[in-house]
């Protein structure tokens, strides 16, 4: 089990198994990733790569009022986002590591 810290709120959880994030925002805001392939060109060589990406998800799932402590609540939501996909891009090489081998083992 391996527990990586993005933020006060945020971390992303390993069981070995896969990734997931956690995070204290409430119920109604889900904080996720998803791994993505796109097929590239080297221009080079014309040879064709499939290269991964790892990308973040946020969405409200319930019900979130414009006034008072709901839009505080969103704001905060949000912000935390922030943070969280600016850590996915600046560690994008490994947690793509981590991503395809949750268990911390390295094959040999």
């Known amino acids: 089990m391996e527990i990586r810290q993005v933020s006060d709120s945020v971390a992303i959880y390993s069981d070995g ?40 998800i946020f969405k ?8 008072g402590e709901d839009m505080y609540r969103l704001k905060w939501a949000i912000h935390q986002f922030e943070i969280f996909e600016q850590y996915l891009n600046d560690y994008q090489e490994d947690l793509l590591d981590w991503w395809q081998n949750p268990g911390g ?3 040999n």
Do not use: K, M, W
């Open 17 to 56: 198994q896969r990734l997931q994030v956690i995070h204290n925002l409430g119920d109604e805001f889900i904080l996720d990733f998803d791994f993505q392939t796109e097929e590239v060109v080297n221009i080079d060589d014309l040879t064709t790569h499939v290269v991964g990406d790892i990308a973040p």
């Open 60 to 67: 409200v799932s319930g019900y979130c009022s414009r006034s």
């Open 105 to 107: 083992e390295n094959g």
